[in-house]
């Protein structure tokens, strides 16, 4: 696609569920990113993709969280058992090749309540 | 000390102003380095890349001082559409990418 898009837009949802948030990079970019941004506060970096894998996941704040990617393009971010603590807005990116610029979707809105 | 440090502001210019932008970053062994904008609530979007050589696109002018690990943003003649948090970003060793808290810039008519 022309962006990276992300999906939803917004997800409101009862502590203690999971929440699944999806992200397509650009077409043909092998690097994917995934951030979290709580209000008011800089980038977090979560995980990082390379192809289908994953050479650093020291970024996930818990195990409650989890990623994936398939086929070389999209990537699902997973949360279980959701806390408060765990709303923000969580930003997806891709580059063309490690190393090179990120370019970010419009991001996940997850609200905890 | 932190990765990539940035003074936070906000910096208040009036249109016209020249505003500058520092920002430090702790690994000398770092390999790339970006600005970035981002509009409150929007996601964050590339300004440019910053290289050794210096390198401009219009009224922004960004620099690399590996000697002193620090990069810069310069703008020009400061429009009200530049108000906008400045995000600085570091690379290493090609993945690990590190943004910085950013400098928050508002220009007043």
């Known amino acids: 696609g022309a962006g990276v898009s992300q999906s939803p837009s917004n997800k409101v949802t009862e502590k203690g569920k999971d929440v699944e948030l999806r992200c397509d990079p650009i077409?043909?970019?092998?690097?994917l990113y995934w951030y979290r941004q709580s209000l008011g506060q800089g980038l977090e970096f979560l995980i990082y993709?390379?192809?289908?894998?994953?050479?650093?996941k020291s970024g996930l704040p818990s195990d409650r969280f989890s990623a994936e990617r398939t086929g070389g393009s999209v990537s699902t971010l997973t949360i279980q058992r959701t806390q408060q603590e765990d709303s923000a807005v969580y930003l997806c990116?891709?580059?063309?090749?490690?190393?090179?610029?990120?370019?970010f979707g419009d991001g996940t809105r997850l609200s905890i309540l | 000390r932190k990765e990539v440090e940035q003074d936070p502001g906000p910096f208040n210019v009036p249109e016209g102003a020249t505003v500058a932008f520092n920002c430090t970053y702790s690994?000398?062994?770092?390999?790339?380095f970006f600005w970035y904008r981002q509009d409150c609530r929007k996601e964050p979007k590339l300004l440019m890349s910053?290289?050794?050589s210096g390198n401009e696109d219009g009224r922004f002018t960004a620099q690399l001082n590996r000697a002193s690990q620090y990069i810069s943003l310069l703008i020009r003649d400061s429009k009200l559409s530049d108000s906008a948090t400045y995000l600085c970003?570091?690379?290493?060793?090609?993945?690990?990418?590190?943004f910085g808290a950013g400098t928050r810039l508002f220009v007043k008519a």
């Open positions: 993709f390379q192809g289908n894998s994953a050479p650093d």
């Open positions: 970003v570091v690379i290493d060793g090609g993945f690990k990418t590190i």
């Open positions: 990116a891709s580059s063309l090749v490690e190393g090179q610029p990120q370019h």
């Open positions: 690994n000398s062994a770092s390999q790339s």
């Open positions: 077409s043909g970019h092998t690097a």
């Open positions: 910053v290289y050794s």
